[in-house]
């Protein structure tokens, strides 16, 4: 493995962080994978597309692009308390099994990518080139200055995550409940006020991470596809595990840059499948995750 693929490796791994991270979030409180988190990265993305065209008639360059972030971000944190809402607070009241979890999830995620077709059709869309197209040169390497701008803008919402999971009263709070969400209703927290505060935060990384795909991808109404990667890099890293997410998604971008420059784009998937299925038989857990099973 050369140094340019893992820069490009470590490029890619900062936006499947973010999918990870969002994933592992709503997994860490409630014990389900929620799997609706992919139709709300192809809104966000939508979003972000619409936010761009709007906007660039009076800013461009690089507030161009953060005001397109902006707009995904709150478009992604508000959405998750709806989905929140719709989907899984009645579940929880009635503490239903995870299946119905399970269900709900895939049902919000494709009822959210056909109602984005209904109204934005199914023709492919790219964002406008806001971004500058030069590399930067470091020594013998490059980096193009959007891939350099995607890992800048990811490194600083997941160290701003951190900063609130580990160093606020909310983040204490979710930390709190995701050991167990009936002992901390017992000492007088609010799950509901909690569980939407996760969901916000779990939208606003993947209306970030929404405009990133549909920068790096044609904008589409399946884009959010693309949680299969951050549900993978989660079974690597650990499910539950923000921690054992930022690792794995760090690591498979790197495998799929050198797996894509070995045995080819269309190979590529396929062993990393094959590298999930043997993290799942040899190590369940993950790498940084402890044994952790979906609530019954």
């Not at 008639?57 to 161009?64: A, M, Q, R, V, W």
């Amino acid at each position: 493995m050369t140094i340019q693929q893992l820069i490009n490796g470590i490029s890619l791994g900062s936006v499947y962080a973010l999918i990870a991270v969002g994933f592992a979030l709503i997994f860490n409180i409630l014990k389900f994978s929620n799997f609706s988190h992919g139709g709300l990265m192809s809104v966000t993305a939508y979003i972000g597309y619409i936010a761009a065209i709007v906007l660039m008639n009076y800013i461009d360059s690089l507030p161009l692009f953060m005001a397109t972030l902006v707009a995904a971000a709150l478009g992604g944190g508000l959405l998750a308390l709806v989905v929140e809402r719709v989907a899984f607070r009645r579940l929880r009241s009635n503490n239903s099994p995870v299946i119905y979890y399970f269900i709900s999830s895939i049902t919000m995620g494709i009822l959210l990518e056909n109602v984005l077709t209904i109204f934005a059709s199914s023709n492919f869309y790219s964002y406008p080139s806001f971004l500058p197209a030069a590399v930067f040169n470091f020594g013998s390497f490059t980096i193009a200055i959007p891939d350099l701008l995607m890992l800048c803008f990811s490194t600083s919402s997941l160290l701003i995550l951190l900063f609130v999971l580990y160093k606020t009263k909310i983040g204490l709070a979710i930390r709190t409940m995701s050991f167990d969400i009936n002992t901390a209703k017992l000492m007088g927290m609010d799950p509901n006020a909690v569980v939407a505060a996760t969901f916000f935060a779990s939208g606003v990384l993947g209306g970030i991470s929404g405009v990133f795909l549909g920068i790096n991808y044609t904008l589409y109404p399946q884009l959010g596809q693309m949680i299969v990667k951050g549900f993978i890099a989660s079974v690597i890293g650990g499910l539950g595990s923000i921690t054992g997410a930022l690792i794995g998604a760090v690591l498979l971008g790197i495998v799929e840059i050198f797996l894509i420059g070995s045995v080819g784009a269309g190979w590529a998937p396929v062993f990393v499948f094959i590298i999930m299925l043997v993290f799942l038989l040899l190590r369940p857990r993950g790498i940084a995750g402890v044994v952790v099973q979906e609530k019954a």
